[in-house]
């Protein structure tokens, strides 16, 4: 049986209960095999890749026998945009406006690691203008670490100029 491939955003579930959240669907440079980025949803957000075929394979029974999911990674939960459109315009418009409300740069910075997986491209545009950033990066993520950055900055900096 052949699946489907994941999307970016949905949320699976490993075969030993974790669940991981596909950040992005890559290209190896040297092999030019598909990858699986994802993060994980519980502890550490630590952030994995794995071959596209490797991410879709079925769980190994011999090394596995007590395993009740047929494959490794099994899906949870489908990208919202994909699904309900109209649900992903009212909380992309609530995140905008929450994170407008909020004061301090920790508060910020707190908010952005928290609904890091839900930020859509008119956030990210948003979010920079409303502190006077300039962004030069492409992607989502490479958009949410450098202004990540950008807020640890001001945040250590500000800082030394109250003391």
Known sequence: MKRRKPKTGEIYR????K????????????????MVVYE??????RVY?????????????????DAKQEYRF???ERNPAEEHPEKTAESEESLIMNFLE??????????????RGQLTDRFMTVAAESLEFV???????????????????KMKYESRRLR
Request: glycine fraction near 2%; proline fraction near 1%.
């Open 14 to 17: 490993h075969f030993k209960g």
């Open 49 to 65: 890749v794995s071959t596209m075929d490797a991410f879709l394979r079925e769980t190994n029974r011999r090394k596995y026998p």
């Open 102 to 115: 909020l004061d301090e740069n920790e508060e910020r910075a707190e908010f952005l690691m928290k609904h």
């Open 74 to 76: 099994e899906l949870c």
């Open 40 to 45: 994980a949803l519980q502890g550490e957000a």
């Open 135 to 153: 962004e030069s990066a492409e992607t989502i993520e490479e958009r949410w670490a450098a202004l990540m950055r950008f807020l640890k900055t």
């Open 19 to 34: 669940q991981y959240r596909v950040m992005h669907i890559a290209l190896c440079a040297e092999t030019n095999d598909e």
